[in-house]
């Protein structure tokens, strides 16, 4: 007999108390927070879905792992099993760890890129972007039409342009130092990039010597995607899946703080000698010993079998299906996501959902708010306050207007969907009396984590 409930496919040692809140308390604290749901503090919020990264739960395979962490400085024991554990599956040549993503982004951007450079990438996510941006070079956007469209239907709406792509290299000789691909594309609703469109990327790239880099932080998540949607791929196991994306390119930032199924960890993996002896040397500079890279040896061990974990077929169907599950009854009750639901979020589109709200007055900020306000979870925009402020100090809209409910890993179980279903529905019921928000204060860069806002 096969039964159809997807289970959690564990089961839970440890657990973290978290705390209810009046809606008069919440009311309080949304105004000492100047209206930002980055300034709360985390024990006011009862269900924290402002991210998926470092936010997960450890096995107890990986807490077993940091106990034989090795603390040396150089040439730790940690450093070779994760090193292993990285070239298992994008078989890169240099692994270089880092202690986040956006460390792996600064330091290849500070190696190769210089003012008034180009950077495609299918969408850049923000630091992605403010660290291209503060090298002086452009961050050049370019999804899929289809990709920015929230209702249209399609199985790999994360795929990158890839007229777009040959066009941008051809028509600028020079000035493509390399490309990028976000798996899963994060800022445009967590949707897959299919196999295809990896293979053509690459073909394009490599005729024109320019090399392809991955910003693989969801991986895992994107070869479920490509084993379940795309045709030739359903036998496949999900590392050869991802053994297979990582064979067309040169190289890979990574923050294990998604599907590394870490705390805190992340890395930079290249196939170029030169360059990543660059690397290296700009890591000694401020991150630290290239077989440490700013980690504890035990961060290192829970790397490595996080790694492994992460591509289990059990967890990457129940981690798929708990978020897909949020999505079809939001459709059912008629409030409108990005379709279909993402890999490690839900992405409301808050345009569409509040049409009495000007773009201008940051629609899906407001309706964040009104999440928290009613129900105490906490959601994050991914809209105008995000991205609309431009390098040259204009204001331009952001392409969308979402509020993201990321899943952290391994953490809520369906109970918890439930609440959160239970609160959305409410909140859709009373959505006339929610109002727009303006910016009191706010600074240059990457603005949404520390902007002061006001209710209009
Ligand atoms: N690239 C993508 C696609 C990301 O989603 C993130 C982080 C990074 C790079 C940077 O990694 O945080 O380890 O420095 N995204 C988190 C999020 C913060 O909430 O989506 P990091």
Known sequence: MQFKTIIEPFRIKTVEPIR??????????????????????????????????GTG???????????????????????????TAVRTITNLKHVIPTHQGRAAERILFGSNLKPGDIVPNNTHFDTTRANTEYRG???????????????????FKGNIDLEALERTITENPGKVPLV????????????????????????????????????????????????TREEGYADKTPLEIAQEMFSYVDGATMSAKKDGMANIGGFLALNDDALAQKCKNMLILTEGFPTYGGLAGYD??????????????????????????????????????????GGHAIYIDARAMLPHIAQSEFPAWAL?????????????????????????????????????????RRV????????????????????ENIRGVRIVEAPPVLRHFTAKMALI
């Open 300 to 341: 290192l061990e829970a790397i490595a079998v996080g790694l492994e974990e992460v591509l289990h077929e059990d967890y990457l169907q129940y981690r798929i299906r708990s978020v897909a599950y949020l999505g079809d009854i939001l459709t059912a009750n008629g409030i409108p996501i990005v379709q279909p639901p």
């Open 412 to 431: 809520y179980t369906q109970s918890h969907v439930d609440y959160l279903a239970e609160v959305l529905l409410y909140v859709n019921s009373i959505k």
């Open 368 to 408: 964040s708010l009104a999440l928290y306000l009613e129900g105490g979870i906490r959601s994050v925009e991914i809209g105008s306050v995000m991205f609309g402020h431009q390098p040259d100090g204009s204001e331009k809209p952001a392409a969308m207007e979402l509020v993201r409910l990321a899943f952290p």
């Open 20 to 53: 209810q809140t009046t809606r008069e308390e919440r009311e309080r604290l949304l105004a000492e927070a100047h209206y930002n749901l980055f300034l709360l503090k985390a024990e006011d919020v009862l269900i924290d879905l402002l991210t998926d990264s």
């Open 180 to 227: 990028m691909i976000t798996v899963t594309n994060n800022s445009g609703g967590g949707q897959p990039v299919s196999m295809a469109n990896i293979r053509a990327a690459s073909q394009i790239c490599r005729k024109h010597n320019v090399p392809l880099f991955l910003d693989c932080c969801r991986f895992a998540e994107n070869a479920w995607f490509i084993k």
């Open 137 to 155: 070079a452009t961050a050049l956007d370019i999804p899929i039409r289809e990709g920015q469209d929230p209702a249209v239907i399609l199985p």
């Open 57 to 83: 739960a450890m096995s107890s395979g990986q807490w077993a792992g940091m106990m034989l962490g090795d603390e040396s400085y150089a040439g730790a024991k940690s450093f070779y099993k994760f090193e």
